[in-house]
């Protein structure tokens, strides 16, 4: 997903004091608004050395938390939840410092983030109880078996840029709740919302087991380097070389990659709905989501009045640079790389034959790019196959069903889609058919706002444990069995 460093600021001064040519090493990083270029703020670059320090501290602070127990360490959540509710509208004003966002969209990070406090504060005392197996056991008439549920020491977790706050959220607070500490690596694109987080928890006085470091990839390695097990939220590519540095070290790891995910729209489907749908699917956070619509594959019958009516939908979304007053329904991407990989693959879909009915083109403002329809697309072309990350909707038309099923799994990834009729149970055929973490018949998202689901993407989409329910909490912990005799 992001490609672009935040800009780093040399320690130019403290080089010409010393009469070095050379410039000394980057030591801060800025981070700027990128639809008006405005400077939101500065970090610390923190080094190797700096990391390993904060992993070694909180080390040694773990136990008593892990000792807490789920009843003491609710309290400290619940309390974090109020400071999220009361800190709403300056998080969001830091959080859309730093993406150019419109004001709708800076806001559902903050309202992420206290719902999934609440449930994770509320629910892990459940999620991490003892389990007995089954008394059916021979060994059970002799011995009493217990699964205990046992927190890795210290977790690190690496996210994106796409949702400064509700990325570190999803993953900081289960890890906080199984009793783990938490390194917490945001992107050098965004890192100014989760220096908030950290702020949150240090002013309502919790016990000091979660750290933010800022950096660039360097310091993410560090984070892999040093701590227990890794949480990794980002693009396939960087995936990758965590996957190696955690198998190298043998620790154990978590990843939630990039997605292409298709929306199949049915010859019987509600049109209007699935237009508008599949509108916001793909513009909502101007494309910049993982669980986006980034393929559209229309049955034949249907396919030009559906994309008349995706049009029009999409012809109504006002964009602009907005202030704290909410005027847009989309605003900036996030950095200027970003709109070079939207701007390439309309470009290239055009040159192999795409149309565009709508948009096509940056607004000249920032990083700011038009909302997209691009109509009679096909495989060969990079909208088709690779991650976009911004507001295009390429549609497609397929003959029937089962070729609507085939384009759609035709794909590296497998994160999440949507099916589109008005025959539930047909939908619910197709969806079993397809080759994606979730599936949501007539809407898109709801998935991710049910937290009790299970999370994550098939193939290049992700690896290792999943995000929500109970299996959300018990991915930071080791599993104890203990065995105790009767009598
Ligand atoms: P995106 O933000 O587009 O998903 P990346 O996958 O490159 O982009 O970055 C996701 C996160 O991973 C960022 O916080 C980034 O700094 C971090 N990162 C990049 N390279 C590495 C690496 N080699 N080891 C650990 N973390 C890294």
């Known amino acids: 997903t992001a490609r672009k460093t935040g800009t780093r600021k040399s320690a130019g001064t403290a080089a010409k004091a010393a009469g070095k040519s050379e410039p000394a090493p980057a030591t801060e990083l800025e981070v700027r608004n990128p639809a008006t270029g ?88 459940k999620f991490l109880a003892d389990e007995h197996p089954s008394p059916h056991s021979p060994l059970a008439r002799v011995k009493q078996l217990t699964t205990v549920f046992r927190p890795y020491q210290v977790v690190g977790v690496i996210t994106p840029w796409n949702f400064p706050l509700a990325m570190p959220v999803i993953d900081v607070i289960p890890a906080l709740a199984a009793g783990a500490a938490v390194i917490l690596k945001p992107s050098e694109v965004t890192p100014l919302s989760a220096v908030e987080l950290a702020r949150g928890w240090r002013e309502i006085g919790a016990p000091p087991v979660f750290e933010v470091v800022t950096g660039a990839g360097e310091t993410g390695a560090a984070v892999v380097g040093n701590a227990d097990y890794i949480q990794f939220t980002g693009s396939t590519a960087t995936g990758r070389k965590i996957a190696a540095a955690c198998t190298e070290r043998m620790i154990p790891f978590s990843l939630e990659l990039g997605g292409k995910d298709p929306a199949i729209v049915l010859a019987d489907a509600d049109l209007d709905r699935a237009a508008h749908g599949i509108a916001f699917g793909g513009l909502f956070n101007a494309g910049q989501v993982c669980i986006s619509v980034e393929r559209v594959y229309v049955e034949a019958p249907v396919y030009d009045e559906f994309l008349a009516k995706l049009t029009a939908a999409v012809r109504e979304i006002r964009q602009g640079v907005d202030g704290r007053k909410p005027e847009f329904d989309m605003g900036a991407l996030a950095n200027e790389n970003q709109a070079q990989i939207v701007q390439r693959h309309v470009e290239d879909a055009v040159k192999a034959g795409a149309r565009i009915t709508t948009g096509g083109k940056r607004t000249g403002v920032g990083t700011l790019f038009e909302p997209t329809v691009l109509a009679d697309v096909d495989h060969t072309m990079s909208c088709m196959t690779e991650e976009t990350f911004g507001p295009t909707l390429p549609v497609m038309k397929v003959a029937d069903e089962a070729e609507a099923v085939r384009m759609a799994n035709d794909s590296i990834y497998g994160l999440s889609a949507s099916v589109w009729s008005g025959d539930k149970d047909r939908a619910e055929r197709v969806a079993r058919q397809l080759n994606a973490g979730a599936v949501n018949i007539n809407d898109v998202f709801a998935n991710m706002f049910s937290f009790a689901l299970p999370m994550g993407g098939w193939g290049l989409s992700g690896t290792g444990a999943r995000w929500g329910g109970a299996n959300g909490v018990r991915k930071y912990c080791r599993q104890q069995a203990i065995t105790k005799p009767l009598l």
């Open 38 to 125: 405005a400077l939101a703020g500065t970090v610390p670059i923190d080094t190797a050395d700096t990391v390993a320090a904060k992993v070694r501290e909180l080390r040694a602070h773990q136990p008593a938390w892990e000792a807490l127990g789920p009843d003491g360490r609710k309290e400290w959540l619940l309390k974090l939840q109020d400071w999220l509710v009361d800190n709403t509208d300056r998080l969001a004003d830091v959080l859309q410092s730093e993406t150019g966002k419109a004001r709708v969209d800076s806001l559902i990070d903050p309202a992420f983030s206290v719902d999934l406090t609440g449930y994770y504060a509320r629910r892990a005392a």
